[in-house]
Nanobody
Framework: QVQVVESGGGLVQAGGSLRLSCAAS????????MSWFRQAPGEEREFVAG?????????ADSVKGRFTISRDNAKNTVYLQLQMNSLKPEDTAVYYC???????????????WGQGTQVTVSS
């Protein structure tokens, strides 16, 4: 069955770094766009970074230059990472990994979602 599982969240001080990981299996996710979204309390879920089917990479303006997305298309599982540097308190959110057949910055275009991992940045 389809599994999308995130890991790597935690508590970090402002200016620090975290690396999030996502493992997606159960579909041919190597043929899917994969993205990270985040949702802060009381806010809508927003696009953070994405990798198209051909591994073109896209970033939200708020994280450009600080976050780096990468993917590894293994045989039956796609591994998606998000390296987050120079973290700010406003990066605090639940981070979600998601898959869509075509890349989009819009969450409703994504068919498969993980359960999320909490990132908290203290000031």
């Amino acid at each position: 069955q389809v599994q999308v599982v995130e890991s790597g969240g935690g508590l970090v001080q402002a200016g620090g770094s975290l690396r999030l990981s996502c493992a997606a299996s159960g579909r041919t996710f190597s043929s899917y766009a994969m993205s990270w979204f985040r949702q802060a309390p009381g806010e809508e879920r927003e696009f953070v970074a994405g990798s198209s089917r051909s591994d073109l990479r896209y970033y939200a303006d708020s994280v450009k230059g600080r976050f780096t997305i990468s993917r590894d298309n293994a045989k039956n599982t796609v591994y998606l990472q998000l390296q987050m540097n120079s973290l700010k308190p406003e990066d605090t959110a639940v981070y979600y990994c998601a898959a869509s057949y075509a890349f989009s910055r819009t969450q409703r275009e994504y068919d498969y979602w993980g359960q999320g991992t909490q990132v908290t940045v203290s000031s």
